[in-house]
């Protein structure tokens, strides 16, 4: 199984380069040649491509753009859940009774409560 972690590891790391590229054909060339597409396959590439990257954690400074590019091309709605997906992790945080810090006053109360436990 690490084998299979690593070789994931390193495609994706490979996929989010081309991916940063922006450019379709070397996109859609790099998915085929990991035949991961067919040629012909998907349909609608540069979608898939704006979808890849609005779904890839590493790419979040592209996220913005790829919401962009989802709302101008007809898929307001695939962009609205990632626009809410984006935002989620902030107020996860927020919420999180941790005991590791922060700015929340609540935070030690919760703690010790937890140690009298």
């Given at each position: 199984?690490?084998?299979?972690?690593?070789?994931?590891?390193?495609?994706?790391?490979?996929?989010?380069?081309?991916?940063?590229?922006?450019?379709?054909?070397?996109?859609?060339?790099?998915?085929?040649?990991?035949?991961?597409?067919?040629?012909?396959?998907?349909?609608?590439?540069?979608?898939?491509?704006?979808?890849?990257?609005?779904?890839?954690?590493?790419?979040?400074?592209?996220?913005?753009?790829?919401?962009?590019?989802?709302?101008?091309?007809?898929?307001?709605?695939?962009?609205?859940?990632?626009?809410?997906?984006?935002?989620k992790p902030q107020g996860k945080r927020k919420s999180a009774p941790?005991?590791?810090?922060?700015?929340?006053?609540?935070?030690?109360?919760?703690?010790?409560?937890?140690?009298?436990?």
């Amino acid at each position: 199984m690490g084998k299979s972690m690593t070789d994931y590891a390193s495609f994706r790391q490979r996929l989010d380069a081309v991916l940063r590229t922006l450019d379709v054909k070397q996109v859609q060339g790099f998915l085929i040649a990991e035949r991961q597409w067919s040629p012909g396959q998907p349909a609608d590439p540069e979608f898939a491509m704006w979808m890849m990257i609005v779904g890839s954690p590493s790419l979040q400074d592209l996220h913005e753009r790829a919401r962009k590019w989802l709302e101008t091309h007809g898929h307001e709605e695939e962009a609205k859940i990632f626009a809410a997906r984006d935002k989620k992790p902030q107020g996860k945080r927020k919420s999180a009774p941790s005991g590791s810090g922060g700015s929340r006053t609540d935070n030690k109360s919760q703690s010790s409560t937890k140690r009298k436990k």
